[in-house]
Nanobody, 122 residues
Framework: QVQLVESGGGLVQAGGSLRLSCTAS????????MGWFRQAPGEERKFVAT????????YYANSVKGRFTVSRDNTKNTVYLQMNSLRPEDTALYYC???????????????WGQGTQVTVSS
């Protein structure tokens, strides 16, 4: 069992930056691939980024490529999402998730956090 807690969300102006963190409980964090997803009101949950258990492999949605960076620190049981050049369309509830392999489908992740709100004003 893995419990995930996100933090770092907030209100930022367009063009600004935020860094989200997701801290996991348990001693098995390093065996999981970690993903970030987001969900805007009235929309389905969408893939943002994922990182392999080792941190070596990363994948991004086209909409965030070049602006967002996912990373992890297994010594701290934490995964990060650095978000730069934020746009109003990035506004959403952001979730982290743990799964066996990197994947862009939310159905492939077993554990989820409660989410942290990111709001980007124009």
């Amino acid at each position: 069992q893995v419990q995930l807690v996100e933090s770092g969300g907030g209100l930022v102006q367009a063009g600004g930056s935020l860094r989200l963190s997701c801290t996991a409980s348990g001693r098995t964090f390093s065996r999981y691939a970690m993903g970030w997803f987001r969900q805007a009101p009235g929309e389905e949950r969408k893939f943002v980024a994922t990182v392999s258990w080792s941190g070596i492999s990363t994948y991004y949605a086209n909409s965030v490529k070049g602006r967002f960076t996912v990373s992890r620190d297994n010594t701290k049981n934490t995964v990060y999402l650095q978000m730069n050049s934020l746009r109003p369309e990035d506004t959403a509830l952001y979730y982290c998730a743990a799964g066996d392999n990197v994947n862009n489908s939310p159905t492939m992740y077993d554990y989820w956090g409660q989410g942290t709100q990111v709001t980007v004003s124009s």
